[in-house]
Structures are given as C-alpha cells and as structure tokens.
C-alpha cells in the first residue's frame, strides 16, 4: 500500500476510535488534509516519472517502396509491415539530403544543413546547437545511441547530448576492407542497452546499416529476394569512380557480377534480413510494451537510386524521388493511428516529439509538430544536395503533388510525383510554376542558395577521406 493509502486508513482508524466531538472532528479534517497535500505530491512526482521511455530507429538508404506498407509486392518487410498496423504512418516523409549526416543532423537538429554546417559526412554538428539527445537530457532523460555506419563512428558522431554511444564496429564487410556492425548485432547491443535497468526513463537511438551497399545480406535471405522490380535486366558497365549514371558505382561492384538485376536481388535480401532483426528488437517484451506506454518512431536517412533516372544503385547525387523519400512510422502512447498523405519532412521530427511530449519548443525549430495533426494545406518541403556529393549543388521543393528541381550550374526539373518520369519544365503548368517561385523564395528566405563555406569541421584525416571514398560519398 502506498504512504498515502497507510495515512488514509489510520485517519479513519482513528475517527472511529474516538468520541463524536468537535475536537475529534477538527483532528481529522487536520489529517484529511494532511493526505490531500500528500496525494497530490504522490501524483506530481508519479508525473515526473511517467514520461515515457522513446525508441527511435533509423535506417541507412532504405525507401519506402521496399516497404509492404507503402506498396511493395515483394514481401521483404513482414515486421515492419506488422509493426505499421494500429500506427501513424506517413505517405508523403521526405530527407532533408541523400546522405546520411546530413539528413540526420537536420531531424535531431530541427535545422537545415547549411545552419548546422553538416553539408556532409564526416563532419560534427558545432558546439553550442542544442540536438534532439541534449533537449531530451535536459528534461531528464537516459540518452543512448547504437549506429552501424561509419561515417556515425569515432571521430566524426553525431554524439553530442548523448549519455553513451556505441559505434562499435566489430565485422568487416565481405568485399571491402571496412568496419560494419550487421543488423543481427545492432539488434543485440540495442536489446543489451534496454534491458539495463534505470532510474531514468530513455531515449535510444538505433541506427541500422544493412540496405547500403554493398549490399550484404544471409544467404539464406537470397531466396525470398529474387522477385524484383525495376528497369529490365541490363549488364551495367564499371564506372572508374563512385558517380553512378549509367554505371555500377566503383564501391558497390562485385568482381564479375555486372547484371543489374543481381545487384537488385541483393539489395532487397539486404531489406529482408534488416526487417527480420528490426522484428526481433520490437517483438522483445520490454520494446513492445512501448506500442502503449512509450513512443517508437521508425524512418530512414535517405533513399537509393535502383535504376531510376538512369542511377545505379548509390544515393547522394540527386535529389529526386527514390532518393529522398522515405518511410515514417510512429506508434505509442498517445498515437493516433492512420494514414497521412500530407508533405513532412525529417525536420519535424524534434518538433513533433517535443509537441508529443508536451515538453518546451523553441521558435527557432525549422520543423513543425506533425504527430497530432497535418500542417498547412499548402506546405512545401526542401532538400539539397551539397558540391561535395555533387557536380551541381541542387535544390527540390515537394509539395503533395509536385516537385520542382534546381540544378546549379544546369537548370529546372518539374515533375508530376511520385514518379518523376516527364519533365514538365518547359510547358510549366501553373501549379508547377508556382511550386517553382515557391522554391526561390524559400532558398532566399532560408539561405540556402549561398553555398556552404568551408568550415573547420571540414578537414579531414587521410584515414577519413578514405573511408568516405570507399563508402562512395566522395568521387
């Protein structure tokens, strides 16, 4: 029994211990208030612990359409597709970048790349921008991270507000010579950290690695994944380095494998053996409880060109569709489950969780709250691709049914989405030419037509540079 419930039950012990007398009477209005006065402290302090533990994964280069919930007919995503049911799920989430630093700097952020100065992996969110792990330590949470991809590790984390931070890499990828950690042990050190028991309630980041390539995947997730769809099958030549138009990048190719379609077939074995270690994590009873005392809120960093626009198999380049559309799903406490086709972007995540939790929000934040409801009817998401990921630096606005492209040096792009197969751009149909003008005026509202100045961040150990190229983020 709870103090309280002792003081309750001695003041009525004791009421009918004693004589029907106003003195008698007084004593106990005196205790009655006194168990008052303690249950309302009971109920405040039951509040300061009943914040709810959060679970957010993220994934490197997975689309959405791999996804059975968003339309996939391969059946690569039994779990996650389990997990969508009786959630929030977002149609229409886009990345702020095709790379991974960037993308993810700007949802723990709230800002845009050129503001945090992450413009590009290997390089830290400065000193002094209050992140997603800092805001939720300040209101007392345990923040933890486990992350699988390198550009994550030591030196250049994206660390800052986090209590502990496994980058432990102890695999080494079956065709190159770099560090991994596959989807099996990422599962296994975010259970272990789980289950640590804590007088905090925690935020655990845990960021996957598998869709990137190479893609590695089980054997035995082979099978499964030989249905694929796409461009027809074509033997694909080697590019001399990581660009990826009309060729196999360099880091992605497997000595005398050249057909597209094989590299497809390995890709989605990749999606399925990350759907069976993301099930395990959520089918864990302390992790499925979330689904009605806590918050669990899944997406990746950015997308993969599978052909489309004549891109093989690499991300970072562009700014199109398969690039930055990604998948969002959000269950717990406090959830309403559904379908949303409005425009969000990765930059409301700190703002939605923050509204969710009905924590302070900053005015500052690029994001909005999306979790409670829609934004305006007429809003309109950027992303960016930054020189050193690029030939041209290239700007897209997405609006629900359209997006328009600025390439620098090049020109406009204006497509009907999701699709992007016809380039409108010379007709221009009025909505696409307001989607256009609506595009320079963000870029100027926003600054984000001044390219990036070389910041300190940017210098890089040969080690660093390496790893990078080998990783295809830089040519």
Not at 152 to 173: C, H, K, N, V, W
Not at 283 to 311: K, Q, S, W, Y
Not at 445 to 469: F, H, M
């Amino acid at each position: 029994m709870s103090i309280s419930g002792h003081l309750t039950l001695a003041v009525f012990t004791l009421a009918r211990s004693m004589p029907f007398q106003t003195a008698g009477i007084e004593i106990v209005r005196s205790l009655l208030r006194c168990v008052f006065v303690l249950a309302l402290w009971t109920l405040a302090v039951g509040c300061r612990r009943a914040k709810p533990d959060i679970l957010l994964i993220t994934v490197d280069t997975l689309r959405a359409d791999r996804l059975g919930v968003y339309g996939s007919l391969l059946g690569l995503t039994p779990s996650l597709d389990r997990f969508a049911q009786g959630a929030l799920v977002f149609d229409r989430a886009y990345a702020v970048a095709p790379i991974t630093a960037p993308s993810l700097s700007s949802a723990f952020t709230s800002h845009y790349p050129h503001e945090t100065k992450v413009t590009d992996n290997g390089l830290q969110i400065p000193p002094g921008v209050p992140t997603l792990a800092d805001l939720l330590r300040q209101e007392g949470y345990e923040t933890a991270a486990v992350v699988s991809n390198p550009v994550l590790a030591a030196p250049s984390r994206l660390d800052p507000g986090f209590d502990s931070y496994d980058d432990t890499l102890p695999e080494q990828e079956k065709y190159r010579d770099e560090p991994t950690r596959r989807a099996g042990r990422t599962t296994d050190a975010a259970l272990a950290l789980w289950h640590v028991r804590r007088s905090k309630p925690l935020f655990l980041w845990v960021h996957y690695m598998d869709p990137h390539g190479p893609y590695e995947a089980p054997e035995s997730f082979a099978e499964e994944a030989t249905r694929v769809t796409g461009p027809e099958d074509r033997t694909l030549s080697v590019s001399a380095d990581n660009r990826s138009s009309g060729a196999i990048p360099r880091y992605q190719y497997i000595s005398g494998c050249r057909s597209s379609r094989d590299y497809l077939v390995r890709h989605n074995a990749a999606v399925a053996y990350l759907d069976s270690q993301i099930g395990r994590l959520l089918a864990d009873p302390d992790v499925a409880r979330l689904r009605g005392e806590g918050l669990i809120c899944f997406t990746a960093d950015h997308g993969e060109a599978l052909g489309e626009h004549n891109t093989w198999f690499a991300h970072g380049e562009n700014v199109y569709h398969e690039m930055i559309h990604v998948p969002w799903v959000v269950a717990g406490r406090g959830i309403r489950a559904g379908r949303r086709g409005d425009v969000v972007s990765l930059i409301d995540l700190l703002p939605s969780l923050f509204d969710q939790l009905r924590f302070p929000k900053s005015r500052r934040w690029r994001g909005l709250p999306i979790f409670r409801g829609p934004g305006p009817s007429d809003r309109v998401v950027l992303a960016a691709t930054f020189p050193a990921a690029s030939e041209a630096q290239r700007y897209v606005a997405m609006s629900a049914s359209a997006s328009a492209i600025l390439s620098v040096p090049g020109g406009w792009e204006c497509y009907s989405t999701p699709e992007e197969t016809v380039n409108l751009s010379e007709r221009l149909p009025t909505p696409m030419r307001l989607l256009a003008r609506r595009l320079l005026a963000e870029l100027s509202r926003n600054d984000l037509g001044n390219l990036v100045p070389e910041a300190p961040e940017r210098v890089r150990s040969p080690e660093a540079l390496r790893r990078l190229r080998s990783l295809g983020y830089l040519q």
